[in-house]
């Protein structure tokens, strides 16, 4: 008999809850960073995958919940073998990244001219280092809203 | 990892009047506002001509970079410039993705970044 390929049969998950404060944040990037380490990603794509699950979970905190610590919001990390996702789930009011999209930073740049405020950018990064991103908003009050974000090995 | 910890050093004559502000740890959505403040101490009190220096930066999200993009235009109204410097791979691989070297003058060194300033060694 010969052994072609070997592949875990489950998925290795790891779930966080997150107090919606930016102060959670290094904590989770740190966690993050050494599950896919034991998991022997690329040191590239774990930099990619830490960042924009920083950036969606600071949009998070800040435009959702406004920062009010009381709340807080899960993250769960499935890696596969050839894939690796993360899915966040919040019960605040929905926040779809994609309608917060600056097209660059010059047009950022004008957009802070004119309201003297900006946001956006860390959506580009988003969308810019994962393979697939997609958010489904609670179906009803009181539901969860879901961000997906996707990452495929190599 | 340590959070941010900023250290601001004034250049005097015979050098030229340049705030070289050093960075390390992390710059991100919880500690960009430390910066900001820092940035608006110097700005305030007239230091327009400004170093960044990010040597000791392990690492920076959209909020960090978002409080370069604050100042950026008044400085350089006022006839100044906010120079980042000595960033590792990582750092400026987030700047490089969203495209701010285009906005933004970058340098391998602080010391490049000073002597880029007008009259620099003239005195």
Redesign the interface.
Known sequence: MVIRSMHRVQPVTAQFTVLAE??S??GL??HVRSAMEAERWQSTVI?AVV?AL??AC?NL??HAFHGDARESFTVTLQMEPDALHLEICDSAAPFNPSEYLPQ???S??RR??AEKS??G??I??ML??MDEVRYVPAPQLGGANRLTLTKRRG | MTPLTIDVRELMPPDPAVTVIRVSGYLDAHTASDLESTLRTAVEGGSVRLVVDFSDLDYISSAGLGVFMVFIESVRQAGGDLKLAAMSDRVFSVFDLLGFPVVFNIYGTTAEAIAAFPNHGDS
Request: glycine share 8%; proline share 0%; no cysteine.
């Open positions: 930016t102060a944040l290094s990037r740190q930099e960042l920083d950036e600071a905190v800040r660059d930073v010059e950022y740049l802070h001219r900006g946001h950018l860390g580009v990064l810019s280092l």
